[in-house]
């Protein structure tokens, strides 16, 4: 079904840019004919109902990062992430990218030179610049029955710089050394968070009722305004660690301003399979809403200590109001709104999501706060802000 999508989307696109492909050359540095306005890669129109799997490559500093996408069933998955599922939007629009490119004017062939346009790559030396990015189509995937030969991607297409007005892209074949200006351009992103559902929740504003962190309870009171405000239960103590937060009047006036409005916009960065590791109780929280409660189990990665991996125990509750009135009002993504808990706990069970370090750095505030037990002339009524990723 969605091959036949994809293959109506690309239909159209070739429309659009109309002409014929005068002649494709096949041989290592010799070069495509193509006249301008005539499509750079017509062919896309023909093999993308048999696509499928995607590699997109750029290069950087020191390293190559590479996205594998693959077709799978009805559905499209992220292989380099565990096999998460893709965003099909993203496909097509990736495929009808490539073939709406337009050939806008030839440029140099000199191997020598393409580096000036972002396209100096080669199977030994990927480009280092971060400039361009190496795009490839395959019609059969390595571990199938029929790959042998066929293995081979049908697109290979290196993409560099691009330009404004009118909006352009460099462009060369893997194979060739001649580089083409074409019109339209096509963004290889291979952040995970561009093929992936990147939204995990975004709960409105009075849904969370309480709070449990670190050993810190705060508790959510509901005003003759609708209004919810938050405090900290009498019961907050450290935990038992040595080292572990001493909760001060200053960190429950930051944890108070900011875990209750944690879930209002979760994101990931990265996604895998649960490697099952023991959580962090100085990162975990639990959460209790009007409609659910929502337990949020952090590890630290052992190989990357800086980085922080959630996994999610989520439950309804009996006899909890409807979200139809909330949920009726979400009109894009970011828009608050109640999932379907059981739901919820099914789609992500199995899951850890990499968090954003601007998501992270909210959650530790409180807790990282300097210690005024330690001389550093911390005022414990004026509670010191720390800088956010986003800063």
Known sequence: MKSKQLAVIVALAVISVGGAYLALSKGGSKSSEIARGEPFLPQVAEVAPKVVRIELERGGAGETTR??????????????????PVRFEEVKGLVAGLTSLKID????????????????????????SGRGARVRLYTSNPDSAEAGSAAAPVIDVVLGEERANPRAQF????????????????????DPRRWVEA???????????????????LVGTEGADGRVTY????????????????????RKEVATRTLPNWLSRLELDDVRRAKGGAPDPALSATFDMVRGTLKVNAVRD??????VWISFEA???????????????KKYPGDPYIPDWKAFAAKHAGWEYKLPGWKLNALEEAATLPDEATGDGADPNQPTRIPSARD
């Open 67 to 84: 996205r594998e996408l693959r077709k799978e069933g009805d559905g499209w998955i992220l292989v380099t992430s565990d096999g998460y």
């Open 105 to 128: 004017d030839r440029m140099t062939a000199k191997k020598e030179r393409h580096g000036e346009l972002g396209l100096a790559w080669t199977a030994e030396t990927p480009d280092s």
């Open 171 to 190: 462009v060369r074949r893997f194979s060739e050394d001649q580089c083409w200006r074409v019109l339209g351009s096509v963004l290889v992103d291979i």
């Open 199 to 217: 939204e995990l929740l975004a709960i409105p504003d009075g849904e969370v009722r309480g709070v449990t962190f670190n050993g810190l309870t």
């Open 231 to 250: 405090a900290a239960a009498e019961n907050a103590t450290p935990l038992a660690a040595p080292g572990t937060v001493q909760w001060t009047d200053a």
């Open 302 to 307: 052992a190989s990357d200590p800086s980085a």
């Open 315 to 329: 439950a309804p509750k009996e006899g909890a109001p409807s979200a139809d009135e909330i949920n009726a009002k």
